[in-house]
């Protein structure tokens, strides 16, 4: 297992054609993906597919990670970094709904912002999220991002939070 980040309480993994079918059932419930824009894989097979061909780490040597619990192993979603077209780094995060409300985004976004500005010495990153998805800008405010501007994502109309590598040190315990 490639574990690329540990935090107090989870594994932050490279994500492998095995991840499959958590990859299917994440993107299955529709209040997950409610705020996405993206649509359920019709297959597991097609989600292998997916993550066979996923290759943000050899591109650009960082990606979403498999967000696996330290106590049980039990896959809790996705987080990471993701180089966009625009070149710019989106932070992001996706967990399974009976996981939300554990803290979790906050513990793995802190330590994927962590990684992107003392490991990858990024000098910004970015976070958006739908216009209605207000849990998400609780996330974006607690791990230090500052609303940036308005954006258009899928059809809906986003928010972008920024933070930059001489932001990062004033969110830091």
């Given at each position: ?30 209040e ?26 050899e ?34 995060y ?35 999220a ?22 258009q ?21």
């Amino acid at each position: 297992m490639e574990v690329v980040i540990e935090t107090e309480r989870f594994l932050l993994r490279e994500l492998k054609t095995t991840d499959a079918n958590m990859f299917y059932s994440l993107n299955l419930d529709p209040e997950v993906t409610r705020y996405t824009g993206d649509t359920a894989f019709h297959s597991i097979s097609e989600a292998m597919d997916f993550l066979d061909n996923y290759e943000d780490y050899e591109l650009h040597g960082f990606g979403r990670w498999a967000v696996v619990s330290k106590t049980d192993s039990d896959a809790w979603g996705w987080c990471g970094l993701h180089r966009r077209e625009d070149g710019s780094v989106d932070m992001g995060y996706r967990l399974f709904q009976e996981k939300w409300g554990k803290g979790c985004a906050t513990e793995v976004g802190q330590a994927c912002v962590k990684y992107a500005f003392e490991i990858l010495e990024l000098p910004e990153i970015i976070a958006e999220a739908v216009a209605e998805n207000a849990a998400s800008f609780r996330v974006m405010d607690r791990l230090g991002f500052k609303y940036w501007k308005d954006g258009q994502d899928n059809g809906y109309k986003t928010n972008i939070y920024k933070m930059t590598k001489n932001d990062y040190p004033s969110q830091q315990d």
